[in-house]
């Protein structure tokens, strides 16, 4: 198991890093008070959590000292941590809050200007522990984004969420959809007496449906594209790709498609690939 601290100046960042961890699976849990962390077991949670990101700052602990105590207290536990420290200069960080509006979370002072300087005083030791170091002044959103893409590139973090639906025409498409394909071009098993009652899951009726140049062409074409939109697609920050492959009942050629389509998929790194039949509770009909 491994702990991912996210922290650094309120302004710089942290809820961008955290979006972006918590769109590729982590568990994040933002400004926990040391109340409560202090009392989690972590050991417990070692073997079903495996990746999990905390975002801390000034507000979660009364004293900094108990920050390290936090991190020595994991570390004893046989956890490991990676601290991301967030930083920005002070005008920038000023600029953030008066675009924004929001008021700085450190109200310890008389003007944002001042908490901005009292918050750096007070993390200073952190930054000076930190794994990773990230400014952010001149940073896009989408360009901090690609920073801590590159820093961790070494954990294989997902990069995207491919999620296959199967469906019927006949009772409706999907709304939810990003990309279409219709495959009732492809040979039918359903006029076929001892296919009717099976589905695109069965052997017998994947390779009735595959069994022409056609479906395997329509197949290639169909992988072709989706191999060179992908990286397109997760260059621009799109964390959840939903493809819907039709066929007229959602029973045979569809499925039959996505499941092709999904051993194809699922060979790729940093790619989650889901599967999900929309009329499967009508196959038995």
Same mark, same amino acid.
Request: neutral net charge; glycine residues 6%.
């Given at each position: 198991?491994?702990?991912?601290?996210?922290?650094?100046?309120?302004?710089?960042?942290?809820?961008?890093?955290?979006?972006?961890?918590?769109?590729?699976?982590?568990?994040?849990?933002?400004?926990?008070?040391?109340?409560?962390?202090?009392?989690?077991?972590?050991?417990?949670?070692?073997?079903?959590?495996?990746?999990?990101?905390?975002?801390?700052?000034?507000?979660?602990?009364?004293?900094?000292?108990?920050?390290?105590?936090?991190?020595?207290?994991?570390?004893?536990?046989?956890?490991?941590?990676?601290?991301?420290?967030?930083?920005?200069?002070?005008?920038?960080?000023?600029?953030?809050?008066?675009?924004?509006?929001?008021?700085?979370?450190?109200?310890?002072? @008389?003007?944002?200007?001042?908490?901005?300087?009292?918050?750096?005083?007070?993390?200073?030791?952190?930054?000076?522990?930190?794994?990773?170091?990230?400014?952010?002044?001149?940073?896009?959103?989408?360009?901090?984004?690609?920073?801590?893409?590159? @820093?961790?590139?070494?954990?294989?973090?997902?990069?995207?969420?491919?999620?296959?639906?199967?469906?019927?025409?006949?009772?409706?498409?999907?709304?939810?959809?990003?990309?279409?394909?219709?495959?009732?071009?492809?040979? @039918?098993?359903?006029?076929?007496?001892?296919?009717?009652?099976?589905?695109?899951?069965?052997?017998?009726?994947?390779?009735?449906?595959?069994?022409?140049?056609?479906?395997?062409?329509?197949?290639?074409?169909?992988?072709?594209?989706?191999?060179?939109?992908?990286?397109?697609?997760?260059?621009?920050?799109?964390?959840?790709?939903?493809?819907?492959?039709?066929?007229?009942?959602?029973?045979?050629?569809?499925?039959?498609?996505?499941?092709?389509?999904?051993?194809?998929?699922?060979?790729?790194?940093?790619?989650?690939?889901?599967?999900?039949?929309?009329?499967?509770?009508?196959?038995?009909?």
């Amino acid at each position: 198991m491994e702990i991912i601290i996210i922290t650094g100046m309120s302004g710089a960042g942290k809820s961008t890093a955290l979006n972006f961890f918590e769109d590729r699976g982590f568990l994040t849990i933002n400004n926990m008070p040391d109340f409560l962390i202090e009392n989690i077991d972590f050991s417990s949670y070692k073997r079903s959590l495996k990746k999990m990101v905390m975002g801390l700052d000034v507000r979660s602990f009364e004293n900094i000292d108990d920050f390290f105590k936090f991190i020595e207290k994991i570390k004893n536990e046989g956890i490991t941590t990676k601290i991301l420290y967030l930083d920005a200069k002070d005008e920038i960080i000023l600029n953030r809050y008066n675009l924004t509006r929001r008021h700085h979370p450190l109200e310890e002072g @008389n003007s944002i200007t001042e908490n901005i300087s009292l918050e750096r005083t007070k993390i200073q030791r952190i930054r000076e522990i930190a794994d990773i170091l990230i400014d952010s002044s001149t940073l896009k959103p989408k360009e901090l984004i690609d920073k801590l893409k590159s @820093n961790f590139e070494k954990d294989k973090i997902r990069d995207l969420v491919f999620s296959i639906t199967t469906f019927g025409f006949k009772y409706g498409a999907p709304t939810d959809l990003d990309m279409m394909f219709d495959v009732r071009c492809l040979p @039918n098993p359903y006029y076929i007496d001892k296919l009717r009652v099976r589905s695109g899951n069965d052997l017998e009726v994947q390779e009735y449906v595959m069994n022409g140049s056609v479906s395997k062409e329509y197949l290639c074409k169909i992988k072709d594209m989706l191999d060179f939109l992908l990286p397109q697609f997760i260059k621009e920050g799109k964390t959840l790709l939903t493809v819907g492959i039709g066929c007229s009942g959602g029973k045979h050629r569809s499925v039959t498609i996505a499941k092709r389509l999904y051993e194809h998929m699922e060979k790729k790194e940093n790619i989650k690939v889901t599967l999900d039949h929309k009329e499967k509770d009508k196959w038995a009909l």
